[in-house]
């Protein structure tokens, strides 16, 4: 056998064997009562686009696209989740402390501001995630009204 069959047949080997471990497994739905949408008013148009653009990331409820059971890309998507949640996790909100919760709204209004959120390399692949300009607008003015009221 050359060489180059013996490269190509060992990498198709890796590659196959990287797909016995995937990690699709951020997926639980429930709700509960320190879930963002229940401790804020959040309207409908705001939770539209934590949805599309946030919660995949954010939020114990990850809506997983199809390359996720696709090795190594969905072992990047794991990771994103991982670090995402650690930093700010929508479905545990309520349980932060009121600080704690002032911050995040304001970081996550800093995010939108600055483009930072969601991550470029994210939005490549899921374009419908990117932030409009109308829609950065919605998000900030809710998010500042929001902690404002919360200073108060
Ligand atoms: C593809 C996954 C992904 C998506 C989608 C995503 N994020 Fe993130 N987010 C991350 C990761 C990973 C980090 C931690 C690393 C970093 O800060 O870049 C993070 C960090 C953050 C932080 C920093 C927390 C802090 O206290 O400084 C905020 C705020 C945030 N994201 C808000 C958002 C908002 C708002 C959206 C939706 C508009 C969003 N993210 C969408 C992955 C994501």
Request: charged residues 20%; positive net charge.
């Amino acid at each position: 056998m050359s060489w180059k069959k013996t490269i190509l047949l060992t990498l198709s080997a890796m590659f196959i064997s990287l797909q016995f471990y995937p990690l699709a497994d951020n997926d639980d739905k429930r709700v509960t009562s320190v879930h963002f949408t229940r401790v804020y008013a959040v309207p409908e148009n705001v939770q539209a686009i934590l949805k599309k653009s946030c919660y995949n990331c954010h939020s114990n409820s990850t809506n997983y696209p199809w390359y996720a059971y696709v090795q190594p890309a969905g072992w990047f998507l794991a990771s994103h989740i991982k670090e995402g949640k650690s930093e700010l996790n929508l479905s545990e909100f309520g349980g932060y402390s009121p600080r704690r919760q002032r911050s995040k709204l304001k970081s996550m209004a800093g995010s939108i501001r600055d483009g930072s959120m969601p991550i470029s390399s994210y939005t490549m692949i899921h374009r419908n995630a990117r932030l409009r300009e109308p829609e950065k607008k919605i998000m900030l003015d809710w998010l500042n009204t929001t902690r404002q009221a919360l200073t108060k």
